[in-house]
């Protein structure tokens, strides 16, 4: 039995996602009547457009509720097709998988292209589930150390020392989580370029696509850029973030064919096709109907994060970077004299304020904080936050 449990798979050897069991907490904790004040949320605090929900309920009373074909429903593929044109990215719709969730979609994208003895290059601060994503296909994760100075963009440099015989892909995530960054043309066309030079697989997540809040900054799509990285990029994106669909579980990919035919076999045999009558509200998401929901969001957000950076310079122990997208604060925690986990368990305790350690985000002296709230939360947690270090 021993041999049983010390000699794990890689899949058996996973960590559960921190920010899901702290959210958890934050939120057995108020059951309980306790007074929590939450920013730890991966997710807008929006209803779904009710446009989509519609959709949803007219597929479901149609009787759309049967097995479709595992990689996913041919008229949701032609509109993210259309989707894709947008971003400048040619593709067509048998290059094109439907997952249940933007997660899955990358899992299987790096479980079908990795495995033992392969490397993969990691930009810190990532989400977390991208390591365990790598650990899970066998593979080996090479971090790399980004800055906050420099839009925690990677350096030529360190890239190109990150290289070795057995990379096989570069994960990037732009708008990025946790810390907002939106990467420049230049950055990825340096990116593309060291990709194109040595042969290796670029995995872009692009979920927060749509969460952008400069007029000056624009989403750009790394596989746009040319034919040649085009040919060495798995795009992933979803609806998640942009249209409040979180607990829909709906996400998509675009991949070289080759390997688009692998995951195809893979979701198969792990989930069939995601749920039939979302990807039927999925059309109607991608065809725009919801698209002055969206905006309106996106503005709330914009607000908001305007409404938090300028509350946390309060505070002055604390260092923040401004984010540019997606809807979280990375702050640095170091002058508290304590890591990330420890902050995060004492902030709970004594403020009941919850946020995210970002630790397992390769971020050991960091918070996210998330603006995914209402104001009134926004300005109370701040209010906790700075009592706490008025309290160390």
Not at 268 to 293: E, I, R
Request: hydrophobic share 40%; with cysteine.
């Amino acid at each position: 039995m021993q041999n049983l449990i010390d000699n794990y798979s890689p899949l058996g050897s996973l960590h559960p996602s921190a920010t899901l069991a702290i959210s958890a907490k934050a939120k057995e904790m108020k059951a309980q009547g306790i007074d929590v004040c939450s920013m730890t949320a991966g997710e807008p605090d929006f209803d779904t457009p009710h446009v989509i929900e519609e959709a949803c309920i007219h597929a479901i009373n149609a009787g759309k509720v049967r097995y479709l074909a595992s990689s996913g429903l041919p008229e949701l593929k032609a509109e993210i097709v259309k989707k894709f044109a947008t971003n400048g990215i040619k593709t067509q719709p048998e290059n094109v998988i439907i997952s249940t969730g933007a997660k899955f979609a990358l899992f299987q994208a790096i479980t079908c292209l990795c495995g033992a003895g392969d490397e993969v290059i990691l930009l810190a601060p990532y989400w977390l589930s991208y390591a365990e994503m790598i650990k899970a296909s066998g593979a080996k994760a090479v971090v790399i150390e980004t800055k906050a100075e420099n839009d925690f963009a990677p350096t030529h440099e360190d890239l190109e020392k990150a290289i070795t015989e057995h990379t096989k892909l570069m994960i990037i995530n732009s708008p990025n989580n946790p810390t907002g960054a939106v990467y420049s043309r230049e950055t990825l066309q340096m990116i593309a370029d060291i990709a194109v030079k040595h042969n290796i697989m670029v995995l872009s997540d692009e979920i927060y696509e749509k969460l952008i809040y400069d007029e000056n900054i624009k989403h750009i799509s790394i596989a746009s850029l040319n034919d040649k990285i085009a040919e060495l990029t798995i795009t992933v994106n979803g609806f998640s973030k942009a249209y409040a669909m979180t607990g829909w579980r709906l996400g998509y990919l675009t991949a070289p064919l080759w390997l688009t035919k692998r995951i195809a076999a893979l979701q198969s045999h792990a989930t069939s096709n995601a749920t039939s009558f979302v990807q039927y509200a999925a059309v109607c998401a991608l065809q725009g109907k919801a698209d002055n929901d969206v905006n309106f969001m996106i503005s709330e957000f914009g607000k908001r994060r305007d409404l938090l950076c300028s509350l946390l310079k309060s505070i002055s122990q604390i260092s923040f970077y401004e984010p540019q997208g997606a809807f979280y604060v990375l702050c640095d925690i170091s002058k508290s004299g304590s890591n990330a986990d420890d902050f995060a368990k004492k902030l709970l305790e004594k403020e009941r304020l919850a946020v995210i350690p970002c630790t397992a985000f390769g971020a050991p002296h960091h918070i996210r904080l998330s603006y995914a709230c209402s104001e009134e939360n926004i300005k109370e947690a701040v209010n906790r936050l700075k009592n706490f270090y008025e309290s160390l």
